[in-house]
């Protein structure tokens, strides 16, 4: 089983970029479907973005409110993730977590191994 750590959050102003990296350890990486989702002060977790197994599909996913902004990849060879933000708004200020699971992604409730998660604050 891979384990997963988070780096690249920190403070920006509204309408910048970030890049948000997720260190994989373990495991075969291109065996597991990654994810990146987040948690807001007094929200509830939600999806932001997945990426297949790469012996699956490869395919992308993101939900509708940073689809065109944000862009998930992966490198295998390097067993990293990736999720590069643009256009950021104050409404993406978040705490971000990386996910993993083995095999296809099947939807966003089955991911089962998680990073500590990083801090993205979007304000001026």
């Known amino acids: 089983q891979v384990q997963l750590e988070e780096s690249g959050g920190g403070l920006v102003q509204p309408g910048g970029s970030l890049r948000l990296s997720c260190v994989v350890s373990?495991?075969?990486?291109?065996?597991?479907?990654q994810a990146w989702f987040r948690q807001a002060p007094g929200k509830e977790r939600e999806f932001v973005a997945a990426i297949d197994a790469t012996w699956s599909s490869g395919a992308t996913y993101y939900a509708d409110s940073v689809k065109g902004r944000f862009t998930i990849s992966r490198d295998n060879a390097r067993k990293m993730g990736y999720l590069q933000m643009t256009s950021l708004k104050p409404e993406d200020t978040a705490v971000y977590y990386c996910?993993?699971?083995?095999?296809?992604?099947?939807?966003?409730?089955?991911?089962?191994?998680w990073g500590q998660g990083t801090q993205v604050t979007v304000s001026s």
């Open positions: 373990g495991g075969t990486f291109s065996g597991y479907a």
């Open positions: 996910a993993a699971k083995w095999g296809p992604h099947k939807g966003t409730s089955e991911y089962n191994i």
